[in-house]
Each structure stands twice: as C-alpha cells, then as structure tokens.
C-alpha cells in the first residue's frame, strides 16, 4: 500500500472520529462514504474499517469524558441493555420488514427528532434547573452533575422517563441493526427528548456505549475476513487522535452551537436515507 493512501486513511479517519466524537455519533456514519466514494474500496471491507474506528475512536473520546466526570456510566449500562435487545431483534427480524419502507421511516424519525432537539436549544439543565425526580431514576443512582465550563459551575441534571428512553434505545438498536447504521444517531435524540439530558452528557454517554456495541460487531467481521489490517491500522489510528480532539473541542464549545451541529447533522442523514429509500445511493454504502 502507498504511503500516500496510508496517510489519506489517516486523515480521513482523524477528521471523522473528531466529529463523530464530538457529536457522540459512530464515526462510521462519516467514514464508510469516504473510503466507498473517494478511496474507491469495497463496501464490507470498508464497514470493517468503520467499526474498528468506532471502538478507537470510543476508546479515545472515553478517558476524557471520564475525567471531565460528563459520561454518566450508570446510565449507559442501562441503556445499553435496550440497545443490544433492540439490535437482537433486529437480526431476527431483518428481510421480514421491507428495506424501503423502513429507510422512509428512519427520515421521519430524524426530522422530527431534529425538530426538537432544534426547538430546545438551551438545555432544560441550565434554564430551569433540575427537574422533577423521577422514581427510578432516583432508586438506581442515576442522577449526576457535570462541569460547565461556561458558567464555570456544576451543573446538576435529573434522569427523567427512564422506561420511555429504554424503549427508544431498544429502537435505536433495532433500525441500527437492519439498516447497518451506527445507532448513536438516534441515542442523542432519544436522551436529549426523552431523559431530558444535557446534549453534552449525552453526547459523552452515547460515546461511551458505541464502543461496547461495535466490539460485538467487530468479531463477527473479523471472522469472515472483513477487517484488512492494512486499512484498520491506519483507520484506528486516525480514530484514536481524531476522538482525542473531538473531545477537547467538545469541552470547549458550547452547548448550543454543539445542538445546532447536531441538528444538521441529523437534516443531512435524514436526506441521505430518504434517497436511498427512493433506491439512489449517492454514497455508496451504510454504516
């Protein structure tokens, strides 16, 4: 291999994680386009790259969502337990539910999921305080603080309709699961509407579970010869340094222009998705 595609993988990836990063989202949903459209490489091979970036880039973003004590680790282990049932049933059910149909209504869910993230620009957490406490929430520990560096405080936040964000993160593993996507694209919203969290504990959180669900995946890949070393490499390396900076700026920026990002991302997906319900494919793959 050219040291000079070596290096392009490098960049692309560090460029992906860092957004993906930053967003909380599988850096998957950016870097599988790259490597299909502009490095002209096999779709599954170029998946196999993507979920090793998601753990490098997981693993990267972690240690510091940790220490700046944004990650809420009760929380997602929680979560993640409707993720994984959700992505169970996805394999089970997958090529029963037609692929159009579900490619027009993973676009409905994103719009409208942008919509009100849109709608709630400042986070609840910071205009009105903390809320009302949920039972639940409040029985398994769940509620937590984190530092906000613009008003240089502590930012006390409250778990709340923590049956409904379960159901959603069982959603968000099934369409993850039969439309091949990295499901943090629907973890955020579902955090951000359905437990009222700050969109950067959820963005941290979501990061912290992406890795846990792609280490699965990744032996499954692995077995059937998908993951090329000599594209992985480099990929993950890019992944680890581009989750380093994507966490940093994410410590820096503010919540509101972070929410603003997100939402086009989501607009931009959603569009993407309602092409390739329409059977065109302007990237060439999924992840």
């Known amino acids: 291999m050219h040291v000079g595609f070596t290096l ?35 779709i599954h091979t170029a998946i196999g790259a993507s979920i090793v970036s998601v753990i490098a880039c997981s693993c990267g973003g972690a240690a510091h969502f940790l220490r700046e004590r944004l990650t809420n680790v009760r929380l997602a282990v929680l979560l993640e337990t409707g993720t994984t049932l959700g992505a169970l049933s996805g394999v089970l059910v997958a090529g029963v539910i037609p692929v159009g149909a579900l490619y027009f209504l993973f676009t409905g869910i994103l719009l409208l999921s942008a919509w009100q993230m849109f709608m709630r620009r400042v986070d609840p957490s910071i205009a009105a305080g903390p809320g009302p406490r949920g039972r639940l929430a409040t029985t398994l520990n769940l509620n937590a603080s984190y530092p906000d560096s613009a008003s240089g405080r502590d930012i006390a936040y409250e778990v709340q309709r923590v049956p409904a964000g379960l159901s959603l993160m069982y959603v968000a593993g099934l369409v993850s699961a039969l439309l091949g996507i990295g499901s943090g694209v629907l973890k955020i919203p579902a955090m951000d509407t359905a437990l009222r969290l700050p969109i950067k504990v959820s963005t941290a959180t979501s990061n912290f579970m992406i890795g846990v669900t792609a280490a699965a995946s990744a032996c499954a890949y692995f077995l059937r010869g998908e993951i090329v070393t000599s594209i992985a490499g480099p ?53």
Do not use: C, Y
């Not at 990063?21 to 490489?41: N, Q, R, W």
């Not at 919540?255 to 997100?262: D, I, N, Q, V």
């Open 8 to 42: 392009w993988l490098f960049f692309v990836a560090l460029g992906a994680s860092a957004l993906g990063g930053m967003l909380g989202m599988a850096s998957g949903l950016f870097i599988v386009p790259a490597l299909t459209v502009f490095g002209h490489m096999d």
């Open 235 to 287: 990929v993950a390396l890019g992944s680890v340094v581009g989750a380093i900076l994507g966490a940093r700026i994410l410590m820096k920026v503010s919540s509101e222009k972070l929410r603003l990002l997100f939402v086009t991302v989501l607009v931009a997906v959603a569009m993407q998705m309602l092409l390739q319900g329409f059977g065109l494919n302007p990237f060439g793959g999924t992840a």
